[in-house]
DNA sequence: ACTACGATCCAA
DNA sequence: TGGATCGTAGTA
């Protein structure tokens, strides 16, 4: 009976760039129960289930890179795993993965992961721009590797959510394509976004 | 330069 | 349901 390996906090099994270069709406249900880890410039680490996830395609008109390239999104269009944090509503940041092969754009918006809330309500990363703000995430970070673990934020793998215990609808805060059923989450958990 | 709008959140 | 708040992109 040998000693299973066990990596060190270093080289923590992040989920690699593979994961994510394939469609864009298959990457977004696999990310559910995958871990968010953020480490914090005073070595502070906090790491939470993603529960609440929506996709977002080139040929889909309410993606930001419909249309074509432009500044902001200019990362949607280059190699998968990497993130995309674009500024809303005038104080608000917004994180997502960029999907899909180098030069097809597609991306998964992160609405929301599990901090432990015991109670609804109660959570502070129950929204896509509440989590950026607990996180301390903003533009600065646009671009960076989360398939690497020496990243100040990255993803690594984490629990198998069954089917059975996702939610599918429709996308939240958007008018166009918006009868897309493009979002999901974890059922009954207590950080998931409340709308709908 | 000017304007309209937005992948949000919270108070009322 | 409406206001806060400002970068982005389109138009002139």
């Known amino acids: 009976m040998s000693i299973a390996y066990r990596p060190d906090q270093s080289e923590q099994e992040c989920l690699p760039s593979s ?17 968010l880890v953020r480490r914090f410039k005073d070595g ?25 390239k432009k500044q902001r999104c200019e990362v949607m269009f280059g190699p998968p795993g990497y993130a995309y944090v674009y500024f809303i509503y005038g104080m608000y940041h917004c994180l997502n993965v960029v999907t899909e092969s180098d030069g097809i754009a597609g991306a ?17 990363t129950d929204g ?8 301390d995430i ?3 970070m646009n671009g960076i590797a989360l398939f690497d673990a020496k990243q100040e934020l990255y993803i690594q793998s984490g629990r198998t959510i069954k089917n059975r215990e ?11 394509a918006a ?8 059922k009954d958990n207590h950080s998931v976004s409340r709308r709908k």
Do not use: M, N
């Not at 918006?109 to 809330?117: C, K, N, T, V, Y």
């Not at 009868?179 to 974890?186: I, K, N, P, S, T």
């Open 138 to 140: 903003d533009r600065t």
């Open 128 to 135: 896509p721009g509440k989590l950026c703000r607990f996180l």
């Open 44 to 68: 502070r680490i906090f790491s939470g289930a993603i529960v609440e996830v929506e996709a977002y395609t080139a040929d889909d008109p309410a993606c930001h890179a419909f249309g074509g």
């Open 19 to 35: 994961f994510y270069d394939r469609p864009t709406v298959d990457v977004a249900r696999a990310l559910l129960g995958q871990r």
């Open 179 to 186: 009868d897309r059923l493009w979002r999901f989450h974890v």
């Open 108 to 124: 998964v918006l992160i609405r929301a992961i599990d901090d432990g809330a015991e109670a609804r309500g109660k959570s502070k």
């Open 166 to 176: 996702v939610e599918i609808s429709t996308r939240i805060g958007i008018t166009k």
